[in-house]
């Protein structure tokens, strides 16, 4: 293994990673593990209503946040839920609810100010977490989200997927990178911290396309970032054309090579959230090895030890180039 040279700034984070992860910056704010509730606030999306589009996001198969809670049940009850089998594995800690299901500000004000309060009435409870679409953010809503990360740990997480419109536009995202920079800016002027996520493999990109979305939201103030694995499942437009060879998918030592280099490219002050994705097995078709999460992690810090690398290397070098 080659380690010449080897320099890595994030020995403090542990655990043979060479990037800053999650779990390390939420444990060094508050002090103890922190988990995320997923949650399900009953929201829609204007891609699937038929505001912008219908039928979703070629990749989608019931909404974003298919492992959240059952819109049927309160959000103190889902809390509940999922906390139980969060307790299963981590007996104590903090908790961040995470409204994760849809597009949770494509909706009155009010009744975000109302599941937000109940989350935070709730036990244990240390921030919030919003997932959303960045053309559904009024100015109102931002206001509220301002007003609401002066009391608490709030992170809104934007879906972007790729800086580019043409790969946007075939998988039906219904907005643009330009739509994406207006929602950006309404929270990042108001202080509140931005989670953008993207998607790698997606179909007709190019590694280097992947790696310009990447140098391209390196220029941004971003607090987070989430690198998802496309996954193909079940029911879906994008399976449809999968199947009929429309487009391949990466292989898992191509993931590791994209994922390695587009941490390269990120500001190493930027929270990593996610770094592959998880899949329902039922519903699952492609890539299979992705299955194999463990594996997928190993693999990629093993990659960046072979190449003595960390979080912000390139981008160090770019910015002092």
């Known amino acids: 293994m080659n380690t010449k040279n080897d320099n890595n700034p994030f020995s403090f984070v542990g655990g043979g990673k060479r990037y800053l992860t999650q779990n390390y910056m939420l444990r060094e704010r508050f002090g103890c593990k922190v988990m995320k509730i997923s949650l399900n606030a009953d929201f829609t999306c204007p891609n699937i209503d038929g505001t912008k589009g219908t039928g979703g996001c070629t990749y989608c198969s019931e909404g974003s946040g298919t492992f959240a809670g059952d819109p049927e049940k309160t959000i103190t009850e889902q809390f509940f839920d999922v906390r139980r089998k969060m307790n299963e594995k981590w007996s104590s800690g903090k908790y ?7 597009t949770n500000t494509y909706g009155p004000t009010e009744k975000i100010r109302r599941m937000t309060a109940e989350a935070l009435s709730l036990p244990d409870v240390c921030g919030i977490a919003i997932s959303t679409r960045p053309d559904c953010i009024s100015e109102e809503t931002a206001d509220y989200l301002a007003e609401l ?7 809104v997480e934007l879906g972007l997927q790729t800086v580019h419109d043409e790969t946007a536009q075939r998988i ?14 309404k929270l990042h002027t108001r ?21 310009g979305t990447v140098r391209e ?16 499942v079940r029911g879906t437009a994008m399976a449809e054309e999968y199947l009929r060879g429309g487009f391949t998918l990466p292989t898992l030592e191509e993931y590791v090579d ?5 941490l390269e490219y990120l500001p190493p002050d930027v929270c990593i959230e996610r770094l592959t994705g998880d899949g329902a097995a039922d519903t699952l078709i ?12 190993n693999e990629i ?10 979080q912000g290397k390139k981008y160090a070098e770019e910015q002092h180039g």
């Not at 961040?96 to 849809?102: E, R, S």
Request: hydrophobic share 40%; with cysteine; net charge positive.
């Open 96 to 102: 961040i609810p995470y409204f994760q299901a849809n």
């Open 149 to 155: 990360s002066e009391r608490t740990y709030l992170t």
């Open 172 to 185: 039906n995202r219904c907005h643009t990178y330009e739509d994406f920079l207006e929602g950006y800016e």
């Open 191 to 211: 202080g509140i911290n931005v989670c953008v996520h993207i998607i790698d493999g997606l179909p007709g990109e190019t590694k280097e396309m992947m790696l």
């Open 217 to 232: 939201l390196s220029r941004l103030k971003l607090h987070g970032i989430k690198l998802h694995l496309l996954h193909i």
């Open 258 to 262: 994209i994922i390695c280099d587009q």
């Open 286 to 297: 492609a890539p299979l090895w992705s299955r194999k999460k463990f594996v997928v992690m």
């Open 301 to 310: 810090d093993k990659e960046m030890r072979r190449r003595a690398s960390w």
